[in-house]
């Protein structure tokens, strides 16, 4: 039972792609309500359901407030994007580093499309910064953004930083919306890839 449907999205995802494991230390960008930071708890067996595993990390972070989840570990009322909570992660995460960025940010739609589209690459970009503070060298980061002009610079960033980039739209991501997500893979992860 999810918190809202967008944990399909994330399951499809990472069904495909074997994202996340046991033992892996995540952020998830943008997690409230928390469906995402449920399918991550799962996945990386942070509240130690299977004793056989190894135990992962779960930290989700929102501007709003985010109800306490086993497992998770929640920065209710920060944002992703201010320098202090990057700080505040690197104290959080053992040895200051993460696995895995999970973005599923999204500012409120003004309803005028290509505004919305810009402000949300804005946000999607400064995951780079984040990523440079405390994820580890070969580490991942899924993040939405909405289709638009700005798409294509947003996937060259991140294609200088990763060593690829694949644009995804999940069967769960309703078809007459611009939602996509960029999954950017270190060269080993790719390996093992399927596609959407
Ligand atoms: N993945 C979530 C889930 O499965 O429950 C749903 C995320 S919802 C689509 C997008 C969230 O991004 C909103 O809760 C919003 O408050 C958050 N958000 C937008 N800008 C943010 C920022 N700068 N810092 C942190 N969270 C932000």
Redesign the pocket.
């Known amino acids: 039972n999810?918190?809202?449907r967008?944990?399909f999205k994330?399951i499809e995802i990472d069904d495909k792609f074997r994202l996340l494991h046991a033992g892996d230390n995540v952020v998830?960008?943008?997690?409230?309500?928390?469906?995402?930071?449920?399918v991550a708890v799962q996945r990386v067996n942070s509240a130690g359901t299977d004793p056989d595993l190894l135990r992962g990390t779960v930290i989700g972070?929102?501007?709003?407030h985010i109800a306490s989840l086993d497992g998770a570990n929640f920065l209710s009322c920060?944002?992703?994007?201010a320098p202090s909570?990057h700080k505040k992660l690197q104290n959080l995460l053992p040895n200051g580093q993460a696995d895995v960025i999970?973005s599923?940010?999204?500012?409120?739609a003004s309803g005028f499309r290509e505004m919305d589209h810009e402000k949300l690459i804005t946000?999607c970009l400064s995951l780079l910064e984040l990523s440079e503070a405390i994820l580890k060298p070969g580490g991942s980061l899924l993040c939405?953004y909405w289709d638009g002009i700005y798409a294509q610079r947003l996937q060259e960033k991140l294609s200088s930083v990763f060593g690829s980039v694949r644009p995804l739209k999940p069967n769960a991501s309703r078809k007459d919306s611009s939602e996509r997500y960029f999954l950017a893979v270190s060269a080993d992860l790719q390996k093992n890839a399927g596609s959407i």
């Open positions: 999810f918190r809202c967008s944990g994330l998830d960008c943008g997690a409230a309500p928390g469906a995402w930071s449920q972070i929102d501007l709003q920060h944002d992703v994007t909570t999970l599923d940010m999204a500012p409120n946000m939405k």
